[in-house]
Nanobody, 127 residues
C-alpha cells in the first residue's frame, strides 16, 4: 500500500488549494499522517500532522498559519488546505504515513523515517 496525493496544479497567488492524500488499503485509524513539501533546491519541510484515529492535529511550532490539515476517516483521506497562496509555496507536496502514535510521531517530522510515502503532487503558484 502507498499513499496517493491528488489536487496539485497551477494556481494564482492569493488563492486557496486543497490537496488530498488517499490511504486506501491502510487501517486508517492506526496511522499518523503528515503533509510535507519540498521546493527545488530546498530541504523537505513538514507542514502538518494528524492522528488517523482521533483526528487530533499538530502543526510545527504549534502554529497553523495558512495550512489546515483534516481527514475523512470513512474515505480514508487526509486533506491539506493552503490559504493565501504565495509564489514561495511552489513545491512538490507529499503525504506520509507512520505506525507511531501521533503524540510521538508529530514531534519530529524528520526523524525517524516515515513508514510510507506517496509520490507527491506538484503545486505551482503564479502571479
Amino acid at each position: 500500500a502507498q499513499p496517493v496525493e491528488t489536487g496539485g496544479g497551477l494556481v494564482q497567488t492569493g488563492g486557496s488549494l486543497t490537496l488530498s492524500c488517499s490511504l486506501s488499503g491502510f487501517s486508517f485509524e492506526d496511522y499518523t499522517i503528515a503533509w510535507f513539501r519540498q521546493a527545488p533546491g530546498q530541504e523537505r519541510e513538514g507542514l502538518a500532522c494528524i492522528d488517523g484515529g482521533s483526528g487530533a492535529t499538530y502543526y510545527p511550532n504549534s502554529e497553523k498559519g495558512r495550512f489546515t490539515i483534516f481527514s475523512n476517516s470513512a474515505e480514508k483521506t487526509v486533506q491539506l488546505r493552503i490559504d493565501s497562496l504565495q509564489i514561495e509555496d511552489t513545491a512538490v507536496y507529499s503525504c506520509a504515513a507512520d505506525w507511531t502514535p501521533s503524540h510521538l510521531r508529530c514531534r519530529d517530522y524528520d526523524s525517524p523515517p516515515w513508514d510510507y510515502w506517496g509520490r507527491g503532487t506538484q503545486v505551482t503558484v503564479s502571479s
